[in-house]
């Protein structure tokens, strides 16, 4: 799944709570990391997945997410409210967000 230019939760709803949600176990959680591109958002990201999670990566290009291998992969520029409302939208109801991405100043 991704967010592009142009993007509308009325057609793009693949990450959503609904019938791709994956089953949950009482110690399965559905988490949303920010940077899951590089360093310890993608370590998080392969570690939680292989762990059972249900785990959302997001980065500021869709592609830098192509080798993981997650639940679910969204486009997520977390200094741009546009980008985080739509985000917000696709991705639904969560358990845990882990916040690694940031700004470069």
Not at 60 to 65: K, P, R, S
Not at 93 to 105: E, L, P, Q, R
Request: proline content about 2%.
């Amino acid at each position: 799944s991704r967010i592009t230019p142009g993007y509308s939760p009325e057609t793009s709803n693949a990450c959503k709570d609904g019938e791709e949600q994956i089953e949950h176990e009482d110690n399965i959680a559905r988490v949303l990391i920010t940077g899951a591109a590089r360093g310890l958002g993608k370590s998080l990201a392969i570690v939680l997945s292989q762990r059972g999670h249900e785990v959302i990566a997001s980065a500021q290009h869709l592609a830098d997410l192509a080798e993981l291998e997650v639940a679910c992969k969204v486009t997520l520029d977390v200094t741009d409210s546009v980008s985080i409302t739509a985000a917000v939208v696709e991705v639904g109801k969560v358990d845990v967000v882990i916040n690694k991405g940031f700004a470069h100043g």
